[in-house]
């Protein structure tokens, strides 16, 4: 169907219009990826970051990383991207495992988003910013 030209039933019968309908169009997966990082932004992830890997990885597209403060605040964060998940219909793969807070890092594998909550420590220590800097940052 051509979009330049639509008809409009109004009151007083049909006329035209040239403003074209926009199809409903689905996010994309960097449209969900930026608004997951400000998801956790808003819930006190620490220096959210959000690495392009596509040109770079085939087995996931996006790095996620935030840095928690506690135990507590890594639980609050894991729950947040799964409710995250369920409400954009995304499957968490490999579930969710009770994690040893000790080893200050967990990931939370989307697909195509590898979310990584890490302790300040943990991020300094593997530097994924470093190791993935080929990849785009994208602003959140």
């Known amino acids: 169907m051509d979009d330049t030209l ?45 690495i392009d890997l596509r040109p770079l990885s085939i087995w996931t597209d996006f790095f996620l990383l935030a840095t928690v403060t506690s135990a507590t605040h ?9 409710e995250f998940a369920l409400e954009n219909k995304l499957t968490v793969l490999h579930g969710h495992k009770k994690t040893a807070y000790g080893n200050g890092w ?22 994924l910013e470093n190791l993935w800097s080929a990849g785009a940052l994208i602003n959140l």
Do not use: W
Not at 8 to 26: E, L, R
Not at 74 to 80: T, Y
């Open 6 to 50: 639509k008809t409009k039933i109004t009151g007083s019968g049909v006329s035209t219009t040239d403003a074209a309908v926009k199809p409903f169009m689905a996010k994309t997966d960097e449209a969900v990826a930026i608004e997951l990082g400000r998801l956790l932004k808003e819930h006190n992830g620490i220096n959210v970051t959000l």
């Open 74 to 82: 890594l639980s609050g964060l894991q729950r947040r991207i799964n």
């Open 106 to 127: 967990d990931i939370c594998d989307l697909g195509f988003i590898a979310a990584h909550l890490m302790t300040e420590e943990s991020r300094s220590f593997y530097e």
